[in-house]
């Protein structure tokens, strides 16, 4: 089942759905900066654009597409674009 999420007054927006028992999510962010809290661990891959990320007790880092940065449960991390970026969660 696909389910549609908005954030930041529809600057971010993406699609979660579930394959062979894992959780994942696809989206994109339009230009700005954004905070996220996480629940659970997390694995972004950005699939297009880039993002600047600050991970927590980290200083900010360009992550271009192709590459990709985890995220530690029950933390939060910030991301900048500059331009429309899209990513890959996968749920830990």
């Known amino acids: ?15 979660a759905f579930e394959r062979n028992g ?25 699939t297009s654009g880039e ?5 927590p007790g980290d200083v900010s880092r360009v992550y271009p597409a192709g590459t990709a940065f985890e995220v530690p449960a029950h933390s939060g ?6 331009a429309p970026a899209s990513y890959l969660c996968e749920f830990l």
């Open 77 to 82: 991390f910030d991301v900048e674009t500059s």
């Open 51 to 55: 993002m600047r990320v600050r991970l």
């Open 1 to 15: 089942m696909l389910k549609h999420n908005t954030y930041f007054d529809g600057l971010v927006q993406s699609v």
């Open 22 to 46: 894992r959780r994942y999510t696809s989206g994109v962010f339009d230009a700005g900066a954004f905070h996220f809290n996480t629940d659970g661990a997390e694995r972004m891959t950005v």
